[in-house]
């Protein structure tokens, strides 16, 4: 009883710093612009009648940030100071897919003095082909002795941190959002997780 107490104090205070740092993020780098937000909710009601006149705005805001976006690669991996031009490009043009909030997170939490590991997850086909979806996120709490690939043994405490679709939630609820965000279809689609790369 004293253990369960225990871990879900640990659990709830990854929670609340996970909250803490994601309010701090959104603070420095509020309403943020994504394409491949965009393609999400594209996706999403592609074939609903009510979101037919909107769909063109979004296509159209996807095409801008995605060339935004795609500037800003090119900049930011030129440069010895990533992480600096990247705060700059970011605050200026309010544009930022997962992958850069993911290393802005990891930036708040490592200034905070909490460990953390940003995890990519891609969605490949069962039958081999890619499907192009690929999500990336900030993990706090993780076991000492996990296994990237396995978010099984990532430990009853890890947190996800996402900023690029504002959520906090413990791993198993995370995950089943981003699923769901994503719309994996574990028919046809594996969950492919991996160390993501530093910036």
């Not at 104090?9 to 943020?32: M, V």
């Not at 800003?72 to 990533?82: D, F, Q, V």
């Amino acid at each position: 009883m004293t253990a369960n107490i225990s871990n879900r104090r640990i659990l709830t205070q990854n929670l609340y710093k996970g909250e803490k740092i994601l309010k701090e993020f959104k603070g420095e780098f509020p309403y943020l612009k994504s394409n491949t937000k965009y393609n999400v909710i594209i996706d999403r009601h592609k074939d609903d009648s009510k979101y037919e006149s909107l769909l063109p705005l979004l296509r159209g805001q996807s095409q801008l940030s995605g060339l935004v976006m795609f500037q800003i690669r090119n900049a930011y991996n030129a440069t010895p100071k990533k992480l600096d031009y990247l705060k700059q490009a970011v605050k200026y043009t309010k544009v930022a897919n997962c992958q850069e909030c993911a290393f802005l997170v990891h930036d708040k939490l490592e200034k905070a003095g909490i460990p953390s590991q940003n995890v990519r997850l891609n969605f490949e086909q069962k039958n081999g082909f890619d499907t192009a979806k690929n999500h990336a996120f900030t993990v706090i709490g993780m076991k000492e002795d996990a296994d990237i690939a396995n978010p099984h043994t990532w430990g009853k405490d890890a947190v996800i941190i996402d900023g690029w679709s504002n959520m906090v939630k413990r791993v198993q609820d995370g995950l089943e959002y981003i699923k769901q965000l994503f719309r994996f279809d574990p028919e046809t689609e594996n969950c492919v997780f991996s160390q993501h790369r530093d910036l």
